[in-house]
């Protein structure tokens, strides 16, 4: 029986050699701590895939920093809604909006450019240019 989820010619699955395939036991993540308590949180990251992105996260886990150790870093200065924004950019490509409202209220369009402003720092932090390039379009 045919699959009811037909894909478009944008999602279709591409080929890639074996050795280029990425790693998803358990070693391959680490957590990333944001916020300050009692708004903290923890996320756990696959190390390839946000390194890749972030040259701040590839010195934490590849230079001589504690963190690379403990397989912890901590971000306690950031808040935690923009860093899910990045790792939904990271990992989707995508960026997540409020504005379904149509025409969009002026609350609405100032939360939405506060958080890609917020983002586009965060990005600048994370030395991370897709990130803030992507932040940038969408202000655009």
């Known amino acids: 029986m045919a699959s009811p ?3 478009s010619a944008e999602e279709s699955i591409s080929r890639t050699p074996k050795k280029s395939r990425r790693s998803f ?6 957590k990333v701590v944001v916020g300050r308590k009692p ?8 190390e390839e895939i946000i390194c890749e992105r972030s040259e701040f996260f590839r010195r934490a886990m590849n230079g001589n920093w504690a963190e690379s150790t403990d ?3 901590k971000l306690p200065e950031d808040r935690v809604e923009i860093f899910e924004t990045y790792l939904n950019l990271i ?3 995508k960026i997540p909006t409020e504005l379904h409202a149509v025409p969009p209220t002026l609350d609405q369009m100032l939360s939405e450019y506060e958080c890609l402003f917020r983002l586009y720092i965060l990005a600048e932090k994370l030395q991370d240019i897709d ?3 992507a932040a940038i379009e969408s202000v655009l």
């Open 39 to 46: 708004d903290q949180k923890t996320f756990l990251v696959h």
């Open 131 to 133: 990130a803030k390039n």
């Open 5 to 7: 989820h037909k894909r």
């Open 71 to 73: 397989r912890i870093v």
């Open 25 to 30: 036991d358990v070693d391959s993540f680490f």
């Open 91 to 93: 990992y989707t490509g």
